[in-house]
């Protein structure tokens, strides 16, 4: 696909401004699997999205919706809520979402 009716996306609000990244690629990508179009994510090279080409890739293969990504999502922020150390578990949504769903 040459990327011309694609989402562009990345890691805005990500740094000084301390947003989730996992999170935030998979609002993302959600967002643009509703509406029919691929997202092209600019990772910056940040540790903390490696996965998420593989995680993608797998929920594909899969046939996960965007409805059932998004229910394992809000899975995932119940239970950072109950978590006194919310900083240690933000990075781990991929590796969530890989044991819920793939």
């Known amino acids: 696909s040459s990327g011309i009716n694609?989402?562009?996306?990345?890691?805005?609000?990500?740094g000084v401004f301390g947003?989730?990244?996992?999170?935030?690629?998979?609002?993302?990508?959600?967002?643009?699997?509703?509406?029919?179009?691929?997202?092209?994510?600019?990772?910056?090279?940040?540790?903390?999205?490696?996965?998420m080409e593989r995680l993608g890739q797998n929920?594909?293969?899969r046939g996960i919706t965007v409805g059932r990504l998004l229910e394992e999502v809000l899975g995932f922020a119940d239970q950072v809520?109950?978590?006194?150390?919310?900083?240690s578990i933000a990075s781990q949504l991929f590796r969530y979402l890989f044991k819920q769903l793939v």
């Open 6 to 14: 694609a989402e562009y996306g990345g890691n805005w609000g990500c």
């Open 19 to 51: 947003g989730h990244l996992q999170l935030k690629s998979m609002i993302q990508w959600a967002a643009a699997s509703q509406e029919g179009r691929p997202l092209i994510y600019f990772t910056f090279g940040e540790a903390n999205a490696a996965d």
């Open 59 to 61: 929920l594909l293969e």
């Open 81 to 87: 809520k109950s978590t006194e150390s919310h900083k």
